[in-house]
């Protein structure tokens, strides 16, 4: 069977579906963020004074949490538009 | 036949990262080249990351000249900028002490203070129609490395010879462990700016580079209010919050 596929063509299309892949990423902290602010609205409506350090303290949790889905997207993007797999391939 | 390799060395990244791959769409997120210069016998690039992050800082260069002319002139009952000065100095005064608690210095105001201002007028600096300074790599590394160098200062100079003995805690065998422990900081403080940031820029970049004119009316401003300012100013807090948390845990470790 002959197929039209160039090995550029190839890498590419892998590339695109590695990035998919990698955003798969972004479902745990999705669901961490959500028990982070269920928490903390729970927090808010047993203790209203203490909304501010409550409020404060999530969002740090919340942005800690997010930095494994943010390496997700960081590869995602790496993949995308400073392919790593083709430079190597075009040196080859 | 599809001639992608024609296509392929668009996608090459220089020193700098992002090519245009989609530059003929009109979407456009990417760190142009604008001048080139030899460095040391590489070609490297003025990109709009400098010019960007030269108008924020020039921005702010003319901020504080303002403020030090009112602080110089001031009165015992302030007035105009005088007030927005204090009030300022003392929010940031106020965010430190609440973060390190008995070891608050001077000092570390001054650096919590210079970096919270940096990131966040970087950050916001998307809804003047600059492109983001920190959707940069290059950028956050650099402040990455500054506040681990300061956090790792702060261990040297308090902990002594314990700074190095700790990484052999609770047993030899985790050595390496610690030792990446210990360098894990810079990459996830700098990804994690990076990466918001980032992904602000590339969605309002897609959203005005796709969608016909009459949707570009309005509308974003309410994805320049999220995506710019709201999480702009929580990465700049973030940012600065787990320095203080970081040089706190060795101050007392």
Known sequence: MNSNITNEGLILACSAIGAGIAMI???????????AAGYGASAVGRNPGAKGDVTSTMLLGQAVAETTGLYGLVIALLLFYANPLLNRFLKL | MVNVAANAPLLLSGVGGMRAV??????????HELVPYNFFGHTVYLTTTHV?????????????????????????????????????????????????????????????????????????????????????YGTTLCLAIFSVSMIQYNNIKHNKIAAFTSLFKPIPLLFPINLIGEFATVVSLSLRLFGNVMAGTVMIALYYG????????????????????????????????????????????
């Open chain 1, 25 to 35: 990423a972004g479902v745990g902290p999705g669901i961490g963020q959500g028990i």
């Open chain 2, 22 to 31: 989609l530059s003929g769409d009109g979407v456009d997120f990417f760190i």
């Open chain 2, 52 to 136: 960007c992050e030269l108008i924020v800082i020039v921005g702010i260069i003319i901020f504080a000249l303002v403020a030090r002319h009112s602080i110089m002139h001031a009165k015992t009952v302030p007035t105009g900028m005088q007030n927005v000065v204090e009030l300022l100095v003392e929010t940031l005064e106020k965010y430190v002490r609440s973060a390190m608690g008995t070891h608050t210095k001077p000092s570390y105001v001054n650096y919590i203070g210079t970096i919270i201002l940096l990131i966040f007028l970087c950050n916001i600096s998307g809804i003047i129609g600059l492109r983001a300074p920190t959707a940069d």
């Open chain 2, 210 to 253: 796709m969608l016909p004119i009459f949707a570009k009316i309005g509308i974003p401003a309410f994805l320049h209010a999220y995506l710019d300012v709201f999480s702009g100013a929580i990465q700049a807090y973030v940012f600065t919050m787990l320095t203080m948390v970081f040089i706190t845990d060795k101050l007392e470790g």
